[in-house]
């Protein structure tokens, strides 16, 4: 029997979806499946009150490449939000990335000569507190972040944050997580330095449902539990966005990931925080952050014209059994196990492994649309 279809894409998120488009714009035939209940993937929204919920975190769409740029907005147009978080350290209001107008908001100083001199003397008394203790590099992330930024930055707005997101205590953790810390000397609140962001118009399920047009889509199905042992029988080609070790049966072990969970709640008031994202840096606050959802969209007046708003207070969270696997663990024992199992899925001729959880990597958006538009099947080189 000949199979029927080119490619069995077993995962509708971003790569999945933009798999299926690419292909089926070159005349082939697709089914996608997802044992979620809807497609998307990550980028799920869920539309409560009319505003759309970043249901597995919030997103921001930002890159420099402008192809993959045009690529998405020729799907969908994107709006003009610009990512600009703010952090509540004891009630008190601080601008990120640290900028101009954060080192204002810590020290009231007003020109970058008097910022710098600022952050130049604390690391300098951070590494001659080292050095009186007799040591020369730094032991932990705690003296590694106040090397490089000095007490007061570290303690407002990396401390509690970073112990929260760890579960441990920054003097617990490896110097290695934080290897530099941006300071900008301008007044600049965009997060990102990208030439390009922005959120879909209508939100991210109107990018993956007209990347998904015309293909055949099957929700709340596992490929485990269905067609593991069969899709060879109705399509040339397995493109996998699982799971990598969960392919293998976990045979070399099992990876790890952290995760976060959130408590979503709709809030009778039309506006909230005033901004998409605030975090909470300090360690007592038991949730990161918290994101209100409609900042991404409605802009302005629309802000009001909408009389609810609805909040999702965000918690890192280790990952267990079951849970959601949302970051990769970057440590030795994670980096080499991973390598071994994408050795092993080398070694299968017509099975792609992509995105995230099939290359145990953390990739933002663009990235994953890049390497699809990028693979060999397609051969579109940006
Ligand atoms: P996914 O979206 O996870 O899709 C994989 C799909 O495969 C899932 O739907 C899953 O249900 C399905 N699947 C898995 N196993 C099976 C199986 N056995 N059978 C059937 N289906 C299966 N990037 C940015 O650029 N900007 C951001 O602001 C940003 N914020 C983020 C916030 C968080 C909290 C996280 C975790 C990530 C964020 N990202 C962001 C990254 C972004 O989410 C990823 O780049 C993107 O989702 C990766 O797409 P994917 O298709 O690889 O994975």
């Not at 112990?163 to 941006?182: D, H, N, S, V, Y």
């Not at 030795?332 to 092993?344: D, F, G, I, W």
Request: glycine share 8%; aromatic share 14%.
């Amino acid at each position: 029997m000949i199979p029927y279809y080119d490619y069995l894409i077993v995962g509708s998120g971003l790569f999945g979806a933009t798999f299926a488009y690419c292909a089926k714009q070159m005349g082939k035939k697709c089914l996608v499946i997802d044992k979620r209940p809807h497609i998307g993937g990550n980028v799920y929204c869920e539309n409560i009150e009319g505003i759309n919920v970043h249901k597995y975190g919030a997103h921001i769409f930002h890159t420099s490449n402008k192809a993959v740029w045009d690529f998405v907005n020729s799907i969908v147009e994107f709006n003009r939000y610009t990512n600009s978080p703010i952090a509540n350290y004891e009630g008190k209001f601080y601008n990120l990335p640290f900028n101009m107008n954060t080192f204002y908001q810590i020290w009231g100083i007003t020109t970058p000569t008097e910022a710098m001199a600022k952050i130049e003397q604390q690391k300098a008394e951070a590494i001659a507190r080292m050095r009186a203790d007799g040591v020369s590099e730094p032991r932990n992330l705690e003296e590694q972040a106040l090397i490089l930024v000095g007490k007061d930055i570290y303690e407002i707005l990396i401390k509690g944050y970073t112990e929260k997101q760890w579960g441990r205590k920054c003097t617990e953790l490896p110097a290695f997580i934080i290897r530099r810390i941006p300071v900008r000397l301008v007044f600049d609140n965009n997060y990102f330095n990208d030439k390009y962001q922005g959120v879909p118009i209508g939100g991210y399920n109107k990018l993956i449902e007209g990347l998904l047009d015309g293909v055949k889509c099957e929700t709340s199905v596992d490929f485990f539990a269905t067609y593991k042992d069969c899709w060879r029988e109705i399509a040339n080609k397995l493109v996998f966005t699982g799971a990598i070790d969960e392919f293998f049966n976990y045979k070399l072990g099992k990876l790890d990931w952290r995760t976060v969970s959130f408590e979503t709640e709709v809030v009778d008031t039309p506006n909230y925080q005033g901004n998409a994202v605030v975090n909470y840096t300090e360690r007592v606050i038991p949730y990161t952050r918290i994101i209100e959802h409609k900042h991404f969209e409605m802009l302005g007046q629309k802000v009001y014209d909408c009389l609810k708003t609805v909040i999702s207070k965000e918690y890192s969270v280790e990952y267990k059994e079951g849970m959601e696997r949302y970051y990769p663990v970057n440590d030795n024992r994670n980096n080499q196990l991973a390598e071994a199992y994408r050795k092993l899925a080398e070694d299968e001729q017509d099975i792609i492994f992509g995105g995230r959880l099939g290359q145990y990597r953390y990739y933002d958006m663009a990235p994953i649309i890049q390497h699809v538009l990028n693979s060999k099947e397609f051969r579109v080189n940006f």
